[in-house]
């Protein structure tokens, strides 16, 4: 079983090293190897899975570094039912089920069934949280499962999570109250349980929905670097 492996990336050197490393390391059996500098994330996603050709489609960020035998540790769980495999670092419960309304990390390292995300459109092109809508779309079609996984994400997650807050925002409209609303009920729980991480993240996110939107265009122009293995 082969798989086409896309990474997008502001920095194309940046991403062809990472992307190379993440397979090397992560045992990937890869079918075309693709990276990409296209924007917003949102489209590149989409313009991903209309170029993949593989049964499933592997997506990582340029700024995940995976653990050695990755691919077999996801792969386990492929299943007739089962529309997305998505390794979760920092994540520490057993493995389960995405549920509706719940947020996907489905940018970071995650297998995807190609045919169910062939039909993924959103109904606008966002900013952030794109990963969000990916996981609301999967779940339509089958089991998105949440697996933990060991290694590095080295992005800043002050930025991470006032960035995710922005997306919740963008994507719900009026209803990110709601979702600000249950970020806010699960911080006394952090609290309780001493997850500093949970507490400082939840926090930001509210932050992020009460932050002032964007006023910026953005294009869509796209390079890609594409090599065969």
């Given at each position: 079983?082969?798989?086409?492996?896309?990474?997008?990336?502001?920095?194309?050197d940046?991403?062809?090293?990472?992307a190379?490393r993440?397979?090397?390391?992560g045992?990937?059996?890869?079918?075309t190897l693709?990276?990409?500098?296209?924007?917003?994330l949102s489209?590149?996603?989409y313009?991903t899975f209309?170029k993949?050709t593989?049964?499933?489609?592997i997506i990582?960020?340029?700024?995940?570094e995976?653990?050695?035998g990755?691919f077999?540790?996801l792969?386990?769980?492929?299943a007739p039912?089962v529309?997305?495999?998505?390794?979760l670092?920092?994540?520490?419960g057993?493995?389960?089920?995405?549920?509706?309304g719940e947020?996907?990390y489905?940018?970071?390292?995650?297998?995807f069934?190609?045919?169910?995300?062939k039909k993924?459109k959103?109904?606008?092109w966002?900013?952030?949280?794109?990963?969000?809508?990916?996981?609301?779309?999967?779940i339509?079609?089958?089991k998105w499962?949440r697996?933990?996984?060991?290694?590095?994400h080295t992005?800043?997650?002050?930025?991470?999570?006032?960035?995710?807050?922005m997306g919740?925002?963008?994507?719900?409209?009026v209803?990110?109250?709601i979702?600000m609303?249950?970020l806010?009920?699960?911080i006394p729980?952090?609290s309780?349980?001493?997850?500093?991480?949970?507490?400082?993240q939840?926090?930001?996110?509210?932050?992020?929905?009460?932050?002032r939107?964007?006023?910026?265009k953005?294009?869509?122009?796209?390079s890609?670097a594409n090599?065969?293995t």
């Amino acid at each position: 079983m082969k798989c086409d492996v896309f990474v997008s990336t502001r920095n194309l050197d940046v991403g062809l090293r990472s992307a190379r490393r993440n397979v090397d390391v992560g045992g990937v059996p890869v079918n075309t190897l693709n990276v990409s500098t296209c924007s917003l994330l949102s489209y590149c996603r989409y313009q991903t899975f209309q170029k993949s050709t593989t049964e499933w489609t592997i997506i990582f960020d340029d700024d995940v570094e995976v653990e050695k035998g990755w691919f077999d540790q996801l792969s386990r769980y492929i299943a007739p039912d089962v529309i997305a495999v998505e390794g979760l670092i920092g994540y520490t419960g057993p493995a389960r089920l995405l549920k509706k309304g719940e947020r996907s990390y489905g940018g970071w390292n995650t297998l995807f069934r190609t045919d169910v995300y062939k039909k993924w459109k959103p109904d606008k092109w966002v900013r952030a949280l794109d990963d969000y809508l990916l996981g609301q779309h999967g779940i339509k079609y089958g089991k998105w499962v949440r697996v933990p996984v060991k290694g590095k994400h080295t992005m800043n997650l002050e930025r991470s999570a006032f960035r995710g807050g922005m997306g919740y925002r963008e994507v719900l409209g009026v209803k990110s109250v709601i979702m600000m609303g249950k970020l806010a009920a699960m911080i006394p729980i952090y609290s309780f349980k001493k997850n500093r991480y949970g507490i400082t993240q939840n926090t930001l996110a509210i932050k992020g929905i009460m932050s002032r939107p964007p006023n910026r265009k953005v294009a869509r122009k796209s390079s890609a670097a594409n090599s065969k293995t």
